[in-house]
């Protein structure tokens, strides 16, 4: 009788672990508030279940950000959270306009700073993520609708008397993040209102 033995020999490969990342989404869910009367808010609705499904069929990034949020998206929101296991950042604000943001990343802090205007406003979210402290920033700056040059009393330091509002507006943002944010990643997100090079890029 003859005994064959094969003998396996399993190499151990030692791989360095992946680096620590976090997906940031920005979007602007129209509120549809002056859409015609017969349109349901330009279909608000079904806009939200689709931009929810396109979450969930990209994997469901770890951080979203939505601008002209109000009471009524966040209302339609809330029962499609659990597709990605969102979690929900928002501080009720009556506004038309808003800021929220879904997240599966821990939210330890957030706060709604006021912009000039009187219409905007900027929402910082502090995050406790893989990569550490991450301060988002959302913001929906001024449009053609209600922008316009400047004044004393519409744009206070830190805004300079010769910006356009949506200018003023991003130096708010800036000054807010040097004065709130605390963690070694800030990003800034949101509906600027603005292509390259005009001057709400050129401040940032």
Excluded: K
């Amino acid at each position: 009788t003859t005994t064959s033995t094969t003998t396996s020999t399993t190499t151990s490969a030692t791989t360095a672990p992946a680096p620590a990342t976090i997906r940031i989404v920005s979007q602007n869910l129209l509120h549809g508030l002056f859409c015609a009367p017969d349109t349901a808010q330009c279909q608000l609705a079904e806009r939200v279940g689709l931009f929810m499904r396109q979450l969930q069929e990209a994997g469901c990034p770890e951080v979203v950000t939505v601008q002209e949020a109000n009471a009524a998206t966040v209302a339609l929101i809330e029962p499609l959270l659990d597709a990605c296991g969102y979690g929900l950042v928002w501080d009720g604000d009556p506004g038309m306009d808003r800021e929220l943001v879904l997240t599966v990343v821990t939210a330890v802090d957030s706060r709604r700073i006021p912009l000039a205007g009187g219409v905007r406003s900027a929402y910082i979210v502090r995050l406790d993520s893989e990569l550490g402290g991450v301060d988002l920033v959302s913001a929906h700056l001024a449009s053609a609708r209600d922008n316009r040059a400047c004044d004393p009393a519409t744009c206070p330091p830190p805004c300079d008397a010769a910006d356009e509002l949506r200018a003023c507006q991003v130096r708010q943002v800036l000054q807010a993040v040097g004065e709130l944010a605390s963690s070694d990643i800030v990003a800034l997100a949101g509906d600027f209102n603005a292509m390259p090079g005009q001057p709400a890029y050129q401040l940032v």
